[in-house]
């Protein structure tokens, strides 16, 4: 009889903690029945593409979120920085291109978390609106440089673009170069966060602000740290992306920031801050791309797609405030 | 002592912001533009901004109870959509402008049942609403805007009443009426302030505060819902991207007024100086001097993030002085 009940109860505990996994596991299982070309080699490489510019900066989003911040702006970096590298190809070259799209997508988020520190937007919320208004002035000085219009590589430039195509299409024995840069990525930051004073310092910040500035923790370093870090990763983002689609526009980057945040709650990390891991987010990322996928080859509508997401969103920041009540 | 006197000038620019910056931005126009002090002028520019006043002060309510709904944009673009689409649908207009009204509300209860009953942090959860709502919008419209068969429809915006097609700003003073009575001569709009100030206090205190708050939501949802179908019937078009950005942007007016993002400060006379900012005074100058579309985009994201800056500025001032 109590063997029965402690069954029910651990069945229960499983179905609340991974209500969504398990769902977005019927729909996979679901897909590879009815949908013979799900379990292609195609489609997993192409599941496989799709992972690169999405993980990249949901790597960097985690950091925000763990120290209990949010970064609405790597909509607006994304793009600003593609256009930035797009425009330095010409006058110094490729590879200097890169590193110097690197460094303003360090820039920014240095330029980012300056504005939360002076004006003491120490709440989620603020932090929310002052990206979102940084993303737009991004997105608008990014349009301002490209004069509004679509840049090709193949039209608009004149030297080549070889070390684009290179990270676009390569391949270092069976991975491809973006999976590469993903795993170079995630072994740095995976460090960082576990083995590192800093790393420490974030999640003790996103925990309980007030108490880790009285413990004496460097809070204001976290932030600043945290929101470099999202800036750095999405400049290598953007380069993966422009790379793969050899065009620059302020379209490719539209409905980023909620697809990244819902990679990093599906994967588990708190959205409140203090509690997760960039190697939860993996997962996470994996499910949005997967969902996506699987409706595609179900042949659902991008509007009901659209729907899904929000309320899987919905849902999955709900089952998690739950968790913690 | 210079720290004191940047401190000081500080704290006067964030409490009367608003006033600030249209006097700033009046200057300026009126050095560079003879049609901007028009009889004309002034018409055109409550008219453009009068909807997005009427969702402010919806906004204003949850606001003051201390939430946030980002999803009153997309509210407001597929309430409209919703009318339209059951009108060319054979529904009586009341009936369709009703079914827009209760929809409005229903999302409102929605987002406030969860961030509510459900003690979740309401900003991504009212960003998720957003995007299913998005895609709800384009689902009913197939993605490209519908025009409402029915030109009566279009008199409720655009009509001529007093020889003048006014019905707008007559909509906003009616609203404007409504909501300050609402939350500054009743209970349930006083509570709200309570609410928004302390949430702990309130509820010892024994305010209802959930049921308080969960109808701020649904109020501020019809009220989103009212403003889309007023905007849909402005254009005579239901389009479900109309609402792209309106969340963000007039949650920034509202704070650009003076209601604070904390909670338990502010009101609907505040919130209409800084709506008729942000969507009036400010669009219409830049459209006067022309500012290309690019630089206005940046300037509006400026001020966003500015606004709610200068707003948390002036909280950090009252905590370090505790």
């Known amino acids: 009889m109590t063997r029965q009940i402690r069954l029910g109860s651990v069945f229960n505990t499983l179905l609340k903690e991974y209500t969504i996994v398990i769902g977005i596991m019927v729909l996979v299982l679901i897909t590879s029945i009815v949908e013979p070309r799900f379990m292609t080699s195609g489609n997993m490489i192409n599941i496989m593409r799709q992972f690169g510019p999405l993980i990249l900066v949901a790597l960097g989003m985690t950091f925000v979120i763990l120290a209990g911040f949010i970064d609405l702006s790597v909509t607006g970096q994304l793009f600003l920085v593609a256009v930035i590298v797009m425009k330095l190809i010409d006058p110094i070259g490729q590879i200097p291109a890169m590193l110097v799209g690197v460094a303003f997508g360090g820039l920014f988020g240095y330029f980012n978390s300056k504005v939360i520190i002076f004006s003491g937007a120490l709440t989620q919320a603020e932090a929310l609106f002052i990206t979102y208004g940084l993303s737009t002035a991004y997105i608008g000085i990014g349009q301002m440089i490209s004069n509004g219009k679509t840049m090709n590589m193949s039209i608009d430039l004149t030297s080549s673009y070889s070390m684009f195509q290179y990270v676009g299409l390569g391949f270092i024995g069976p991975f491809s170069i973006s999976f590469v840069i993903f795993l170079v990525a995630i072994v740095i930051l995976y460090f960082f966060q576990s083995k590192t004073y800093m790393g420490r310092s974030v999640m003790l910040t996103g925990g309980n602000k007030t108490a880790a500035r009285i413990a004496g923790i460097p809070i204001y370093r976290s932030i600043t740290i945290v929101y470099m870090i999202c800036g750095i990763m999405t400049a290598i983002g953007a380069i993966v992306f422009m790379s793969r689609a050899t065009t620059v526009t302020s379209a490719m980057s539209i409905g980023l920031e909620t697809d990244v945040i819902l990679a990093v709650v599906l994967g588990g990390t708190y959205l409140g801050g203090g509690r997760g891991s960039v190697l939860r987010t993996i997962i996470g990322a994996l499910i949005v791309i997967l969902i996506s996928n699987c409706m595609n080859l179900l042949g659902i509508t991008i509007f009901w797609q659209d729907i899904t997401r929000g309320a899987i969103l919905i849902i999955a920041i709900w089952l998690d405030a739950q968790k913690n009540n | ?322």
Do not use: W
């Not at chain 2, 609907?268 to 709506?275: F, H, M």
């Open chain 2, 1 to 322: 002592m210079d720290k004191m006197n940047v401190k000081k000038i500080l704290s006067v620019i964030t409490n009367q912001r608003a006033v600030l910056a249209i006097v700033i931005t009046l200057i300026v126009v009126a050095f560079n533009n003879n049609n901007f002090f028009t009889i004309y002028n002034m018409k055109t520019m409550l008219t453009t901004s009068s909807i997005y006043l009427i969702i402010g002060f919806g906004a204003t309510i949850v606001l003051v109870a201390g939430g946030v709904d980002l999803s009153i944009g997309f509210n407001m673009s597929v309430s409209g959509v919703l009318a339209v689409y059951l009108m060319n649908n054979n529904v009586p207009i009341s009936l369709a402008v009703l079914c827009a009204l209760i929809f409005g509300g229903i999302v409102g209860a929605i987002n406030g049942y969860i961030v509510v009953y459900q003690k979740t942090e309401p900003f991504i959860i009212t960003l998720g609403m957003g995007i299913s709502l998005l895609g709800l919008g384009r689902l009913i419209t197939n993605a490209r805007p519908i025009v409402a068969e029915n030109k009566a429809f279009l008199n409720i915006s655009n009509g001529m009443i007093f020889g003048e097609r006014l019905n707008l700003i007559y909509f906003t003073i009616i609203m404007f009426a409504v909501v300050h009575y609402i939350l500054r001569y009743t209970s349930f709009g006083r509570n709200l302030y309570a609410i928004g100030g302390d949430y702990e206090v309130a509820e010892y205190s024994g305010i209802n505060v959930r049921a308080n708050k969960f109808y701020a939501f649904v109020l501020s949802g019809v009220i989103a819902a009212l403003g889309g179908v007023l905007l849909a019937s402005k254009f005579g078009t239901g389009n479900a991207n109309y609402g792209l950005t309106t969340g963000f942007v007039i949650y920034s007016a509202v704070v650009v007024g003076g209601t604070s993002f904390a909670g338990g400060i502010g009101s609907v006379p505040r919130s209409a100086i800084g709506l008729i900012f942000v969507y009036g005074v400010l669009q219409n100058a830049m459209n006067m001097l022309r500012v290309n579309s690019y630089t206005q985009m940046v300037m509006t994201g400026i001020i966003i993030a500015t606004v709610i800056a200068l707003d948390s500025y002036s909280r950090k001032r009252i905590r370090e002085k505790v």
